[in-house]
């Protein structure tokens, strides 16, 4: 089979994690991430796209220990702008700026965010496909109330998450329109798995390209979700105050509650009532138990269809 | 003395080692170098410009022993493009690459290059001026037989300075004003020094913006040219070809025919009949060398007055 047929929806780590263990437990070929582009950032001359360029370290093995960027990069780069006197509140190695400053040329160059990470990722020697969700901008922005609208990474990272949440805006979604690969792996799906990310800040910008809440729906493979809540908690990130600015329940049901219509099932390690759930440890620390989860969740979604 | 007095007109090597003889003769403050911007390139995200960088890297002690970038520099970034598989033609250090980078950004927020480059060289220590000649885009192209027109690194660099110079244009020069900086810089001189450089390629640059020639004329300081050829001999670059291109004598009086009424007088190794002549041992391959040449010239210089 040469086309992918399990997607896995993507933000950052979470997703990325069932991602590495998807293509593990099914083969990497079998295996189309959409990742998330609402995070995306033009800074340093490149364009930098967090959340596909996380997935796709994560499916090459070159993911650093210390959770993002490429694995044993130098910052010489970044050091150089802090001897200059610049504020550097966006890190990025010097093998990864590399990788953006590539993306940006590619893009100056015609090519669309698509094509650009796929010449990105043969050079890496990902053998999944790792999609973003559109070729047109998506920025998410968050409004916290003593400062104001920030794009998500000044929000992340320059202001450390902090404060309440008061607005969340995808802005440029409405005039987006998914790629032609995206909605082609969506309509040739058997299993579609939306990876345990934050729903709101990481799936949230994938839902509003207009089209692919719709092509989820109407897709013959089953939809399933990971919860991104283990033990009554969030692993990562700012997923709490995210599900409290949508007064939605950090649970299971909370992130099913967001979903909707769109699931057929919920994986997660607790029960939600009134859905299809797979009840497992979701925790995935280590390849076994990354393959572990993505193995059970495949079966548990080939299991509801048709 | 706050404002310099003493210019100097730079390309790359032969006029940034000369500035900075400059700068121990007769103390940093008291120099400003007009620099030729007509080799600059947009590369990497970044804004290159080599002969005003190598000026302010040599001015600042900070100049590779290989003769261009920054002191012991490392190159992750470069690497890490070769193994993306791009044909990285253009060599450039991590912190070289941030150098650029960072004059990328200020350029982007509106400041202008002769700014951008005044916050540079503030935060690496140079306390003389380095100006680049305008604040308006010019860019050296080159014809060669063979190949066609080319940038001027692409000639250099990639096409290692090879084939026969068939064209020389200095494209966007006639759209281009001086800065304020340099104008004022050159009314207010006691003594204005051509280093060096290749006459067409480094220092044609600069005459070719309207209003240089014209100021340097109308300057109270008298005008005199360092000859780049020693021995006979061109010491670095293509200076050959290009004076060749010209119909210009490969020699002091070749060159000083290229300047023409400019010129108050002539500093070389070989003395240019019809034009006051300082004959002087114009090697400078290392710091006391160079302070000599510095200094001769500029008791030359200043002998001419009035």
Not at 42 to 50: L, N, Q, R
Not at 201 to 209: E, F, Q, R
Not at 279 to 305: C, H, I, K
Request: net charge negative; with cysteine; hydrophobic share 50%.
């Amino acid at each position: 089979m040469s086309q992918p047929d399990i997607i896995v929806l993507a933000g950052g780590t979470g997703g990325a994690k069932l991602a590495r263990g998807m293509a593990d437990a099914a083969g990497a070929q079998r295996v189309a991430v959409i990742a998330n582009t609402g995070d995306d950032i033009e800074i340093y001359g490149a364009h930098v796209s967090p959340d596909p360029d996380l997935v796709s370290f994560w499916l090459a093995d070159a993911i650093d220990d210390r959770g993002w960027g490429l694995q044993g990069d130098s910052f010489a780069v970044m050091d150089a702008l802090r001897e200059l006197g610049v504020d550097v509140w966006f890190n990025l190695g010097d093998r990864d700026l590399a990788w953006c400053l590539e993306r940006a040329r590619m893009l100056a160059e015609g090519l669309s965010v698509t094509e650009a990470l796929a010449c990105l990722n043969l050079a890496l020697g990902v053998r999944a496909r790792v999609l973003p969700m559109s070729d047109d901008p998506v920025r998410t922005w968050i409004r916290i109330g003593e400062t104001g609208w920030a794009g998500f990474q000044e929000f992340m990272i320059r202001d450390r998450a902090t404060g309440l949440i008061e607005g969340l805006e995808y802005r440029g979604a409405e005039q987006a329109a998914p790629s032609a690969e995206v909605l082609g792996a969506i309509a040739g799906a058997t299993a579609i798995v939306i990876g345990p990310s934050n729903p709101l800040a990481s799936i949230g910008p994938i839902l509003a390209v207009p089209g692919i809440r719709e092509a989820l729906i109407a897709a013959a493979a089953p939809v399933v979700a990971v919860s991104p809540i283990v033990g009554g908690k969030v692993l990562k990130g700012p997923t709490a105050q995210f599900m409290a600015f949508a007064a939605l329940e950090l649970s299971a049901a909370g992130v099913a509650d967001f979903y909707g219509e769109l699931l057929d099932g919920m994986v997660a390690d607790e029960n939600v009532a009134g859905l299809a759930t797979l009840q497992t440890d979701t925790r995935m620390d280590d390849p076994l138990a990354r393959a572990r989860v993505a193995s059970e969740t495949l079966s548990f979604a080939e299991g509801l269809r048709g």
